[in-house]
């Protein structure tokens, strides 16, 4: 499992036998911040059968909102450990 704030680089050989739940998101979209304590508690309870994985869905030259930085913060005040990937 890949942790947010160490924000690296993934592909699918990070992948491994489990399913797979793929989301695109935004850390400054008001619906992802009212359920991103779900989004957690999801994963965690998940996590032997399926890995999460969670794409930013914006470009952060338009959205700086979106950017890496602001994803460790959310990271790091949630405790989310799924893999996050950067556009």
Do not use: W
């Not at 992948?15 to 957690?40: G, S, T, W």
């Not at 700086?64 to 913060?73: A, N």
């Amino acid at each position: 499992m890949l942790i947010p704030q160490k924000m690296n680089i993934f592909n699918s050989h990070n992948l491994d036998n489990r399913h797979l739940l793929l989301m695109f998101i935004c850390a400054h979209c008001p619906f992802v911040k009212y359920i991103e304590n779900q989004i957690f508690t999801l994963s965690k309870e998940i996590e032997n059968t399926v890995q999460t994985v969670a794409i930013s869905s914006n470009d952060i030259v338009t959205h700086p909102s979106d950017s890496p930085k602001k994803f460790e913060i959310t990271g790091t005040n949630t405790g989310m450990e799924f893999s996050l990937s950067l556009r």
